[in-house]
């Protein structure tokens, strides 16, 4: 099993370009989640998905947007970018399990706003 | 809203020290804490912790958690080099989802 990959692993935009980032997990959990790290600021919830078709904003939402057509596929996209959006940013996965859920995080997609 | 605090922010010690991290959190209809060593890329998992005063152990790893008084501490015995890594604490809340807040990590390293 691969886990949690991500793609791609770094990327620099221009102000004002879109981006999606790709985010897939076999494992067939079925909450799925993105997060952006900062220095000093732990990782932040800017989506979540509890299950394929539906997702739900977090902490940090403004300026993506997200989707989960597929169970295993959470798309995370940048319609405008901004310098603000620079960031590492990580999805994870996990499943119901009484109680006893832990996240599984992907590598991470390095993103550098210019 | 909810709140973790890890502390220290940093910390440098040099191998075979023995180092604590502390992590305290207020967070609405809790249901556990997870602590995570996040090394060049994505957090791993160490240790979810669910009832208060029971250590959970990991070789040289080991933490508590106190629900009354809201806080949890990470030992690490006998540092080594390869213990050098952000850690991470992250309150789990119960109901859908399951979400996590993490604290902004305490940075260890360790020198040879």
């Known amino acids: 099993n691969a886990g949690v990959t991500q793609t791609p692993k770094f990327r620099v935009l221009k102000t004002g370009q879109s981006m999606t980032l790709l985010c897939a997990q076999d494992m067939n959990h079925e909450y799925m989640y993105w997060y952006r790290q900062d220095p000093g600021m732990g990782l932040r919830l800017i989506h979540y998905s509890v299950g394929e078709g539906t997702t739900a904003k977090g902490e940090v939402p403004d300026g993506y947007n997200v989707s989960r057509l597929k169970k295993q596929n959470f798309l995370l996209g940048l319609e405008s970018a901004a310098p603000s959006q620079t960031s590492v940013y990580f999805c994870?996965?996990?499943?119901?399990?009484?109680?006893?859920?832990?996240?599984?995080f992907g590598p991470g997609t390095r993103l550098l706003v210019l | 809203e909810d709140k973790v605090v890890q502390s220290p922010l940093s910390l440098v010690v040099h191998e075979g020290d023995t180092v604590t991290l502390n992590c305290s959190y207020e967070?609405?209809?809790?249901?556990?804490l997870l602590w995570y060593k996040q090394e060049k890329k994505a957090p791993t998992f160490l240790f979810m912790l669910t009832s208060s005063g029971i250590e959970k152990k990991s070789g040289r790893l080991s933490s508590i958690l106190d629900k009354k008084e809201l806080f949890s501490i990470l030992n690490i015995t006998a540092t080594q080099t390869g213990d050098s890594a952000i850690y991470l604490c992250?309150?789990?809340?119960?109901?859908?989802?399951?979400?996590?807040?993490f604290g902004g990590g305490t940075r260890l390293m360790v020198k040879p």
């Open positions: 967070v609405t209809n809790f249901r556990s």
């Open positions: 994870a996965s996990s499943t119901p399990s009484g109680g006893r859920e832990t996240q599984y």
């Open positions: 992250a309150p789990n809340r119960s109901g859908a989802g399951n979400m996590l807040t």
